[in-house]
């Protein structure tokens, strides 16, 4: 059974969505995503200061099976990919909601409201579904 | 759902995450597929790969047959449990499938087909073999496994009775042998040491068990196309196919034009690409040397020279860095750049295979 934290945001696509104090946001690819992928070998993370908008592709992660797009949760500028992917792509895997954060973004005005994120709880519903 | 093979339910038990594969369903990984890649390279793996294709050939004119059917020339098969790899090609020279051929008997020869191309392979040898006399069959009622890595014939060994054991341990190397109702044979496809055995199906599943109990870890395709990349081996409908020919394959070695009197299937069209020097284009290894992971059909640039296109790529666990097959302009020197997402990266080209006996291989 996935791990599903019960503080975080989900989209259907298997990214999660932390709120932070500052009022920016991490994110980055569910427990359940990782699992699926298996062993990841490289991350491509955005550069700060590029504009995404929702749903657009803006990180890759791979493993030795294959290549996955990671979509924006929601829009925003992006204030950091995580630098530590570069060298241990494998920390996605190992930390999947805490060291393996993909990137940090600043919402933009009203983006976070509009966006159409999950509870922990309709997001089990989705991977119950799936049948994961 | 997909054809099963004998160990299906075993798989499963196993934890094994289930794919299809030509039509059948197979483990692609049971736990990590870089841990079950390291397994083989460094002590030793059991994959199942029973859905390949097992026919037996019988009668007095097999040896000709098969001088008609194969690129590679079976009159090299003089001792017996030999085996050779061949393509085998249609009128234009492309490639139907790859293929080991046992040399058993002088009236009985094994063949092991690709599981994605048996249906067309089994009418194509029927077609030939009807001319010859020679009676096919599928041996649907054999398992097979993969046992390679540096430990792999040593822990398959204990498989066996002492006599077959011994007889087992004294194999050469490409060379099988009918041990009581099995067939071991010193082949593979990982680039390390190893066995290849066919038993009957009901024997698949305790084999198995004993071989995690000795410690040989349960392997998956995953692994397998990971170590046979690294070990410069082709896939067939990845880095040729009927639309491509030996020479732009890198499987020129395979090819036996000599003796010039055999009259092998697709020779015509051969020695035309050879007339006219030689094949536009030619299968090389890369490594990449930016980060990133090369995949199949990503777009190769070749300065001055033009483009070609990867036919297989991955990381490679053990060495760390991403390497691929791709084929190129015959010009092709030593430096490429590939297209990943947009961005131009770093290759260099290197003869395979990329790693051998758990090495780095290539320079």
């Given amino acids: 059974m996935s791990n599903v934290p019960a503080d975080l945001k989900y989209t259907k696509s298997h990214e999660w969505v932390r709120t932070l104090a500052d009022g920016t946001v991490e994110i ?19 550069e700060a200061g590029r504009t995404v908008k929702a749903d657009e592709p803006c990180a890759v992660v791979e493993s030795v099976k294959a290549a996955s797009d990671v979509y924006a949760p929601l829009a925003g500028a992006i204030t950091a990919g995580n630098p530590k992917l570069a060298d241990a792509p494998e920390t996605v895997n190992t930390d999947p909601y805490g060291e393996g954060w993909l990137m940090r ?3 933009a005005a009203g983006a976070l409201d509009s966006a159409e994120l999950l509870s ?13 | 759902m997909g054809r099963k093979t004998p160990l299906f339910s075993l798989h499963q038990e196993l934890g094994a995450r289930i794919v299809d594969f030509g039509g059948w369903d ?12 390291h397994a083989v390279r460094r002590a030793a793996g059991v994959f199942d790969v029973s859905h390949m294709c097992v026919v037996d050939l019988k009668g007095p004119r097999v040896r000709a047959l098969l001088a008609q059917l194969l690129a590679n020339d079976v009159g090299k098969l003089k001792a017996a449990g030999k085996a050779l790899y061949s393509c085998m090609l249609n009128e234009r020279g492309g490639v139907i499938d790859d293929l080991i051929v046992y040399f058993l008997t002088e009236s009985w020869f094994r063949a092991v087909v ?12 029927r077609r030939h073999a009807a001319t010859f006399g020679v009676e096919v069959t599928e041996r649907t009622d054999l398992a097979m496994l993969a ?10 060994a204990q498989l066996l009775t002492a006599a077959d054991a011994a007889a087992a341990l004294e194999l050469g190397v490409f060379v099988g042998r009918e041990l009581s109702s099995w067939f071991v044979a010193r082949t593979g496809y990982t680039g390390e040491d190893g066995f290849e055995i066919m038993m009957p199906a009901a024997d698949a599943l305790p084999a198995w068990r004993k071989l995690n109990a000795l410690g040989v870890a349960s392997c998956g395709l995953g692994a397998r196309d990971t170590l046979r990349l690294e070990a410069g081996m082709n896939l067939y409908g990845n880095d040729m196919d009927e639309n491509t020919e030996p020479y732009e394959s890198g499987l020129g070695w395979t090819v036996a034009l000599e003796p010039r009197a055999r009259a092998f299937v697709g020779r015509e069209a051969l020695e035309a690409i050879r007339a006219r020097g030689g094949p536009a284009a030619k299968l090389v290894g890369l490594v990449l040397e930016d980060r990133g992971v090369l995949r199949g059909h990503q777009k190769v640039l070749v300065a001055g020279v033009g483009a070609g296109e990867i036919t297989s790529g991955t990381f490679s666990p053990t060495l760390e860095c991403s390497i691929a097959l791709a084929r190129v302009p015959a010009a092709t020197a030593d430096r490429v750049q590939v297209d990943i997402r947009g961005k131009l990266l770093n290759a260099k080209v290197v003869k395979p295979p990329f790693v051998r006996f758990g090495k780095r291989a290539y320079s």
């Fill in chain 1, 28 to 46: 980055g690819i569910t427990d359940h995503a990782q699992h699926a992928l298996g062993d990841l070998v490289f991350v491509e993370v955005p």
């Fill in chain 1, 105 to 107: 973004m600043r919402p």
């Fill in chain 1, 120 to 132: 922990a709880a309709d997001y089990q519903k989705v991977l119950a579904a799936e049948g994961g």
């Fill in chain 2, 26 to 37: 197979m483990p692609v990984q049971y736990s990590s597929q870089i841990g079950e890649h």
């Fill in chain 2, 114 to 125: 690709n599981a994605g191309t048996r249906d067309k392979d089994l009418a194509w040898i």
């Fill in chain 2, 147 to 156: 046992i390679q890595g540096p430990e792999a014939r040593a822990k398959a």
